[in-house]
Every structure is written in C-alpha cells, then in structure tokens.
C-alpha cells in the first residue's frame, strides 16, 4: 500500500503515525497536490491529502477513513475500540484534533477574508477561540491520567497530539504550552514515541 502526501501536511503525519503505531507498513509517496504532474487530483476528485492506494490500485481518503480501513486490515494492536460507546468516544476526540488542525490552517495559509481586513480582524480571533476551548478540553480530560481514553494508547491520543506538534511548526506564537500547561508533559509523551519520531515534520 501506498500513501500519498507532503512531510508537512499535518492528516498525512496522523495516518502515518497511526499506521506505524498498528505495524503496517506504507510506502510513503511525496506528492504535492499543487504541483502540475501531482497524481492526487486523480486519486481523489477533491485534490486533498492523505490519499492511501491499496495493492489493487483502488484510492481511500481521508484520513479519518484511511485510519477506520487501517484499523480493519490489522485489529491489533487495537487503536480504535470495538466497543460502540468506547469507538464513538475515541472517534469524537479524532474529529477535535482534526478540527484543531482546520482552525490552525485557516490562520496559517490566511483563509478567509483575506480582503476585507475588518472581518478578517474579527475572524481570525474566533479560529483562535477554537483552538482555545478545544485544548481547554483536552487539558482538563487528560488531567491526572495517563491516556486520553481508557487504560491505553490509541487513536484519541494520535489525535490530541498531532495538532499540538502542527501549531508549533505554523503558529510558534501560539504558545499553548504557557497557555495550558496541564499539556506538555502528555504531549511529550506521545512525541517521544516512535511513531511519531519517524513522522516528525519535515521528515521523509
């Protein structure tokens, strides 16, 4: 299998840290979507990364689906639970990271409205609330525990984590570690694993 992305697309560095967290291995394509000769536009009609091409050609994305069929082809070690309540639970902390992320790309890449600087002044600081209330949550929830969820590593770990190591690549200035820090010690915990020291931003 391959996956398809740029070492510095935060969903690529997710799938690849989940995968090497599941034992899988991917064969790992650099492949910027902005680029004339990019194969992602026809791997994946929207143009977006990671896109993950199985053996027989066929294409998955996104990442959010590329880690639910990771899951599936290696049960263990088990990252998403079976449990209904326990994989909603895990999955919900998958859809804050990747929302943390969002915002964080809106303020890096100026999205929004660029031209107008009055709303643009008043924007930006509701993408920032965002990260804000969301990382309030994570430090309160993760207060006085080991893991995000249960007794063990898993997918809502990934998740919390992967975020925090793209705000610090894109928005230095956003110190979320003054601002909570009930968080550095968790998030160096996950960052020394290897998993995500072989996904370090910037890493091929």
Not at 46 to 67: C, N, Q, R
Not at 77 to 98: K, M
Not at 178 to 191: C, E, F, I, K, N
Not at 193 to 199: A, G, H, K, M, V
Request: glycine share 6%.
């Amino acid at each position: 299998m391959k996956i398809y992305g740029t070492p510095t697309s935060p969903y690529v560095r997710k799938v690849r840290a989940f995968a090497a967290e599941k034992g899988v291995e991917l064969e790992y394509v650099i492949d910027r979507p902005s680029e004339a000769e990019s194969r992602v536009p026809e791997l994946n009609p929207l143009g977006k990364i990671p896109v993950l091409v199985l053996d027989d050609g066929e294409a998955i994305y996104d990442s959010a689906v590329i880690v639910e069929f990771l899951e599936g082809v290696k049960p263990e070690p088990c990252l998403i639970p079976g449990n209904f309540r326990d994989r909603i639970a895990v999955r919900r902390w998958e859809a804050l990271g990747d929302g943390i992320v969002e915002a964080t790309v809106n303020i890096s890449h100026k999205y929004g409205p660029m031209f107008d600087q009055e709303k643009r002044d008043a924007w930006i600081p509701r993408q920032e609330a965002k990260i804000e209330r969301a990382l309030s949550l994570l430090e309160r929830s993760i207060a006085g525990r080991e893991w995000l969820h249960g007794m063990s590593f898993t997918l809502a770990d990934i998740a919390a984590v992967y975020p925090l190591a793209y705000l610090d690549s894109v928005l230095a200035g956003f110190d979320w570690r003054a601002r909570h820090p009930g968080l550095p010690a968790y998030a160096q915990r996950v960052m020394a694993r290897p998993s995500f020291q072989r996904t370090d931003t910037g890493a091929p």
